[in-house]
Each structure stands twice: as C-alpha cells, then as structure tokens.
C-alpha cells in the first residue's frame, strides 16, 4: 500500500516521518528503494537530533547516493515557493505516486558529456558497419577484329553494350594495324570488387554473339586509381 506524506519541509511533515520510521530502516521494506529517493528529495534537509529515526534514515540514504554519485558536491539550492508546491502533491491520488515510482528516473536527464560520448558510441558502430569503399582501376584495351571487312562501328557497339555494375566504358578511338586492318582502343573504368577484366573479356568480349565481329582483346595497360 503507498504511503503517503505531506508537508516535509516542515516540522509537522518531519514528525509524520520520524513516526513511520520506528522500528524502519527504510521506507518500504528492508532495501533502499526508490520511495526512499522520492521522500529523501522532499526533505529540506538532514532532521535534528529531535528526530532520531528520521535523521538516521536521511544520513543512510545520503551514505548510499553519495556511492552513486561520487563526484564533488557543491551545494544547490532550489528558489521556488515549496509551501504553495504542497497542497497539489497532496492532491495527487495515491495509485498515481504508485504508478510514478515505475516511471521514475533516478538519475535525471543526460549531462551534455554524457550526451556527446554516446553520440560517439553510435558514430563509431555506424563506421565499423559501414563497409569499406572498394579500389578502383583504370583499363586500356586492344580490340580486334577478325578481318578488313569486319564492321567497326557494330564492333565498338557490341563493346560498348556490356554492361555490369561498376563498370564505366570510356573514350576510344581506331588505330591502323596494316592492310587494311583497323584495331579498337578504348578506355574503361572498373570497381576492383566488381569487375574482373579476365572475366570481362572471356565471358562477354569475346563470347556469343560478340565473337562474330571481334577475334580477340588484349589488355594493354592496368592502373590503380
């Protein structure tokens, strides 16, 4: 059953406290709990010697926060009218004060630093998961053609119609090889992780239906980018 109190900044409130806590180590049960926060918050301040079990309670409660909180208090206080405060929490039901101990946060809002070090943490698994952009190469190809009556303008269509990812056709131009003869030069542009020149060659090049305008194609230069 939730226990209600009232008016603890005031030595009325602080009797009806010190009387719950005969015989009490805690407020509720024999742990600090989060209703022990709450009243701890309420109090003013530490009860005079008047007060024996509520000054020995509020010292206990301060031994335990101060292990939470080992950083180096240096005293706040809070303006405000408390007395005008009172009358609207003892208004509230007691299923309500029930139901806020689940909601409650005991340590309060994030601190700037706390804030930026977990946006750190996000930003650093983010970079882990990010996978890494793979190499790029530059490519400059021979293709040839099986004969002077060879079509190079479908020949260089054919080439140029290969299409994968991470592929990228670039400027070409035909030169002379001897009787007749004319070769395609043409630039390329591959995804390392995408593309193998080998593979472009064998499997689309010089394979069915290509192979009908182009005999064979040379790798001439091999760059990293």
């Known amino acids: 059953m939730a226990v209600t109190f009232s008016d603890l900044h005031t030595e009325e409130g602080v009797k009806s406290l010190e009387n719950h806590l005969a015989g009490k180590t805690y407020i509720s049960g024999d742990q600090l709990s989060v209703d022990d926060v709450k009243v701890y918050a309420a109090v003013s301040g530490k009860p005079s010697d008047a007060f024996p079990n509520a000054s020995r309670w509020f010292d206990c409660v301060a031994s335990h926060l101060a292990k939470s909180f080992p950083g180096k208090a240096v005293g706040v206080s809070i303006g405000g009218s408390v007395a005008a405060a009172a009358p609207a929490q003892a208004e509230a039901p007691a299923a309500a004060a029930a139901d806020d101990d689940d909601d409650m946060d005991l340590f309060g809002d994030e601190t700037e630093e706390e804030k930026k070090a977990a946006e750190e943490r996000e930003a650093a698994k983010k970079d882990t998961k990010k996978p890494k952009e793979s190499g790029k190469s530059s490519v400059l190809m021979e293709v040839k053609p099986w004969d002077d009556e060879t079509d190079m303008k479908k020949l260089e269509e054919c080439v140029r119609a290969v299409e994968m990812p991470g592929l990228l056709w670039g400027a070409s131009k035909l030169v ?36 009908e305008y182009i005999q064979s194609v040379d790798i001439v230069a ?3 980018i």
């Open 222 to 224: 091999f760059n990293k």
């Open 176 to 211: 002379p090889v001897g009787y007749g003869i004319k070769k395609l030069t043409i630039m390329l542009t591959i995804v390392d992780d995408l593309v193998s020149p080998d593979n472009l060659i064998e499997d689309y090049l010089t394979s069915e239906p290509n192979n």
